[in-house]
């Protein structure tokens, strides 16, 4: 019974039912002959063999009904069942007996629910939604003060001049003669020297950066002698001011002599990516265009503020106006270069440099205004605190006030830096949570050292020192030769004019270096970045490579 016992059944059958049907035949034959027999006595025999033939039929169906209902009525319980298999008949064990003999399963254990882990939101490199708003709405209700401002007081130029019995007529005509064609001169000269900056520095990047710094140097103390040597108190004053900053530059350029080498390899590296994209200089020149055109209206504004309540402080509303309007611009070029140049360096793609603007001056415009509002005053706190820092130790005071500051500059870096403007282009993040971000990425790859010593803000800034230099050299020298009580005058806003016009410029190599740190944070194994970056760490981790970080708050202040 334990066994299985294969049982040929079905060959038997048929040659028993052969056997039988032969049998039957031949007792049919001979009735047969015994009916002829009786028929010869009794007469004829043909229904009696239709019957026979029918009840033989009926007897074969009624043996196979027998052994079908045989099979149906098996007991599935016993060890050998008919199977047909192959046109034989072999008996298999049944679900039970199988059953018997096989180990019975455990019960399966009660599994844990698991909780589903939420995952990070995927960042988007086409967000719609605008940035800032607040500092956005806070820049267009300005701008349209700032409009109807200048609006106004170039309403009032022209009636002071059309009325001719106004005492202050005169001094407009004076302004007019002898101000606004040395300012206008002042603008088209910035915007030669802004692009001629920008082509020799993509040109001969290793050369321009020596040359920046000590051109510089020459040009504000050159200004600086030549306001001094007028021999009037307002030139004399400004002349000191260029004669200090000139020496001031001259200890930066020494201090950062060993950091040229690298500031010129990762110029030269992020550089690389501009020459596949043609149109990359036409945001430039769009912003430069609206620059000259509103300092053309400015100037006229601040000739129709001499013929108005308080000019003095008419006029300083107008410049800070005009140094807020023309850092958003820059930041408009420096969003435009750096979705570029960013979605190359992260995606492999070429965008369409036209539509990168129209984003940077909608989606993003928010926050290229909040940033031009806080990324120049954490740019001269960071030149403070480095300053601050080589005077601690000497004086208790000075001590105090150094850690102080550092501990100001250690939160605003953090929440606001100017290296927040590549996640904003590329991400449409706002500038706070984008600044967060870029420094979490440098702390993470360990780059604070790097970045924190990073030359090319600091180049950028004195390249328009130095074009605000060279416009003082011209426009004091002309100035003083046609009309010299206005010189002291004419010199500050030609250096304003010069200095604001060249940043608009240089905005593409800055955001060119921007991208290349931060997308190197962001992805170290990209093969389109070298080991440049990689090496410098090394170095720097090893103690073979000196750097002079922005100072950060010491360990034991921070508990």
Same mark, same amino acid.
């Given at each position: 019974?334990?066994?299985?016992?294969?049982?040929?059944?079905?060959?038997?059958?048929?040659?028993?039912?052969?056997?039988?049907?032969?049998?039957?035949?031949?007792?049919?034959?001979?009735?047969?002959?015994?009916?002829?027999?009786?028929?010869?006595?009794?007469?004829?025999?043909?229904?009696?063999?239709?019957?026979?033939?029918?009840?033989?039929?009926?007897?074969?169906?009624?043996?196979?009904?027998?052994?079908?209902?045989?099979?149906?009525?098996?007991?599935?319980?016993?060890?050998?069942?008919?199977?047909?298999?192959?046109?034989?008949?072999?008996?298999?064990?049944?679900?039970?007996?199988?059953?018997?003999?096989?180990?019975?399963?455990?019960?399966?254990?009660?599994?844990?629910?698991?909780?589903?882990?939420?995952?990070?939101?995927?960042?988007?490199? !086409?967000?719609?939604?605008?940035?800032?708003?607040?500092?956005?709405?806070?820049?267009?209700?300005?701008?349209?003060?700032?409009?109807?401002?200048?609006?106004?007081?170039?309403?009032?130029?022209?009636?002071?001049?059309?009325?001719?019995?106004?005492?202050?007529?005169?001094?407009?005509?004076?302004?007019?003669?002898?101000?606004?064609?040395?300012?206008?001169?002042?603008?088209?000269?910035?915007?030669?020297?802004?692009?001629?900056?920008?082509?020799?520095?993509?040109?001969?990047? =290793? @050369?321009?950066?020596?040359?920046?710094?000590?051109?510089?140097? /020459?040009?504000?103390?050159?200004?600086?002698?030549?306001?001094?040597?007028?021999? &009037?108190?307002?030139?004399?004053?400004?002349?000191?001011?260029?004669?200090?900053?000139?020496?001031?530059?001259?200890?930066?350029?020494?201090?950062?002599?060993?950091?040229?080498? /690298?500031?010129? &390899?990762?110029?030269?590296?992020?550089?690389?990516?501009?020459?596949?994209?043609?149109?990359?200089?036409?945001?430039?020149?769009?912003?430069?265009?609206?620059?000259?055109?509103?300092?053309?209206?400015? @100037?006229?504004?601040?000739?129709?503020?001499? !013929?108005?309540?308080?000019?003095?402080?008419?006029?300083?509303?107008?410049?800070? *106006?005009?140094?807020?309007?023309?850092?958003?611009?820059?930041? $408009?070029?420096?969003?435009?270069?750096?979705?570029?140049?960013?979605?190359?360096?992260?995606?492999?793609?070429?965008?369409?440099?036209?539509?990168?603007?129209?984003?940077?001056?909608? =989606?993003?415009?928010?926050?290229?205004?909040?940033?031009?509002?806080? $990324?120049?005053?954490?740019?001269?706190?960071?030149?403070?605190?480095?300053?601050?820092?080589?005077?601690?130790?000497?004086?208790?005071?000075?001590?105090?006030?150094?850690?102080?500051?550092?501990?100001?500059?250690?939160?605003?870096?953090?929440?606001?830096?100017?290296?927040?403007?590549?996640?904003?282009?590329?991400?449409?993040?706002?500038?706070?949570?984008?600044?967060?971000?870029?420094?979490?990425?440098?702390?993470?790859?360990?780059?604070?050292?790097?970045?924190?010593?990073?030359?090319? *803000?600091?180049?950028?800034?004195?390249?328009?020192?130095?074009s605000g230099s060279i416009c003082v050299i011209v426009v004091a020298a002309w100035t003083a030769k046609v009309?010299?009580?206005?010189?002291?005058?004419?010199?500050?806003?030609?250096?304003?004019?010069?200095?604001?016009?060249?940043?608009?410029?240089?905005?593409?190599?800055?955001?060119?270096?921007?991208?290349?740190?931060?997308?190197?944070?962001? !992805?170290?194994?990209?093969?389109?970045?070298?080991?440049?970056?990689?090496?410098?760490?090394?170095?720097?981790?090893?103690?073979?490579?000196?750097? $002079?970080?922005?100072?950060?708050?010491?360990?034991?202040?921070?508990?």
């Amino acid at each position: 019974m334990g066994a299985t016992e294969h049982v040929v059944v079905e060959g038997e059958n048929k040659e028993g039912r052969k056997e039988d049907g032969k049998e039957r035949v031949d007792e049919v034959v001979e009735q047969e002959k015994e009916g002829e027999k009786l028929d010869l006595e009794k007469g004829p025999v043909g229904a009696v063999v239709v019957e026979d033939s029918k009840g033989l039929e009926r007897f074969e169906d009624e043996r196979d009904h027998f052994h079908v209902s045989m099979l149906q009525r098996l007991n599935p319980t016993n060890p050998l069942r008919i199977v047909s298999n192959g046109g034989t008949r072999v008996a298999t064990p049944s679900p039970y007996q199988s059953s018997r003999f096989q180990p019975t399963p455990p019960p399966p254990r009660s599994q844990p629910r698991s909780t589903p882990t939420p995952q990070p939101s995927v960042t988007t490199l !086409n967000s719609r939604r605008f940035t800032n708003k607040l500092a956005l709405l806070l820049y267009l209700v300005h701008k349209v003060a700032a409009i109807a401002l200048v609006c106004f007081l170039i309403f009032k130029g022209i009636q002071g001049l059309i009325d001719g019995s106004n005492p202050a007529k005169r001094k407009e005509e004076r302004v007019l003669k002898y101000l606004l064609p040395q300012v206008e001169a002042a603008s088209l000269l910035s915007i030669t020297l802004a692009f001629a900056w920008q082509k020799a520095l993509r040109e001969w990047p =290793q @050369i321009m950066v020596y040359f920046i710094l000590w051109c510089t140097f /020459f040009m504000s103390l050159s200004a600086g002698i030549l306001l001094i040597c007028f021999q &009037k108190p307002a030139t004399d004053g400004v002349g000191v001011c260029f004669i200090a900053f000139a020496i001031g530059n001259g200890l930066y350029a020494c201090w950062v002599s060993q950091r040229v080498g /690298f500031c010129y &390899k990762v110029l030269l590296k992020s550089l690389e990516p501009v020459d596949k994209f043609r149109d990359l200089n036409q945001p430039a020149y769009w912003m430069l265009g609206a620059g000259f055109l509103w300092m053309s209206l400015w @100037i006229l504004a601040v000739v129709g503020a001499l !013929n108005f309540y308080y000019p003095a402080l008419v006029i300083i509303a107008l410049l800070l *106006s005009l140094c807020w309007t023309t850092e958003v611009m820059r930041n $408009v070029v420096n969003l435009t270069v750096s979705r570029v140049i960013a979605l190359y360096y992260l995606r492999g793609m070429q965008s369409d440099t036209q539509f990168c603007f129209q984003r940077a001056l909608t =989606q993003n415009l928010g926050s290229a205004c909040l940033g031009s509002l806080f $990324v120049p005053a954490i740019e001269a706190m960071r030149i403070i605190a480095r300053g601050l820092n080589l005077l601690e130790g000497e004086d208790e005071f000075m001590f105090s006030c150094a850690h102080c500051c550092l501990n100001v500059m250690q939160s605003i870096f953090r929440y606001g830096n100017g290296w927040a403007y590549v996640q904003i282009a590329a991400y449409g993040k706002g500038f706070v949570r984008a600044s967060q971000d870029t420094w979490a990425l440098f702390e993470r790859e360990e780059m604070e050292p790097i970045v924190d010593s990073d030359m090319m *803000s600091a180049i950028c800034f004195l390249t328009g020192v130095c074009s605000g230099s060279i416009c003082v050299i011209v426009v004091a020298a002309w100035t003083a030769k046609v009309h010299q009580p206005f010189t002291a005058t004419i010199s500050l806003l030609a250096f304003f004019i010069g200095y604001l016009m060249t940043r608009i410029a240089m905005a593409l190599p800055h955001a060119c270096v921007s991208c290349y740190y931060v997308c190197y944070a962001e !992805n170290p194994e990209n093969r389109l970045f070298d080991k440049t970056i990689k090496e410098r760490l090394e170095l720097i981790k090893a103690g073979r490579d000196v750097v $002079v970080p922005t100072p950060r708050v010491p360990r034991r202040f921070t508990r």
